[in-house]
């Protein structure tokens, strides 16, 4: 199992800056990607960045050329940092992590998810 702990929510705004964490700790050595989704009462959850182990980073277009999402593998923590707020971007950030066993060639793979920290973008 894999626990994930988020922080760094609250309030901000517009314009203004906000940095995520999320902390992994379990049977961390399995996880080949983690990353950020977020979702706003009434709406669908959504990615808004994550790093893929084997191939980088991607990004969600409303997120490109303001977030940017990093890693420290010693810690098992990644961060999202969040510049250029806008009130479209309030929302609960969940952090994500898959874990994958097996081989290559048919992995089993499971996803983990944190409780969530709230953002609020507004003026």
């Known amino acids: 199992q894999v626990q994930l702990v988020e922080s760094g929510g609250g309030l901000a705004q517009p314009g203004g800056s906000l940095r995520l964490s999320c902390t992994a700790s379990?049977?961390?050595?399995?996880?080949?990607?983690m990353g950020w989704y977020r979702q706003a009462p009434g709406q669908q959850r959504e990615l808004v960045a994550r790093?893929?182990?084997?191939?980088?980073?991607d990004y969600a277009d409303s997120a490109k050329g303001r977030f940017t999402i990093s890693a420290d593998n010693g810690k098992n923590t990644v961060y999202l940092q969040m510049d250029s707020l806008q009130p479209e971007d309030t929302a609960v950030y969940h952090c994500h992590a898959r874990t994958s066993w097996g081989p290559v060639e048919a992995p089993a793979n499971t996803d983990f998810w944190g409780q969530g920290t709230k953002v609020t973008v507004s003026s």
């Open positions: 379990g049977r961390t050595r399995s996880i080949d990607r």
């Open positions: 790093i893929i182990y084997s191939a980088g980073t």
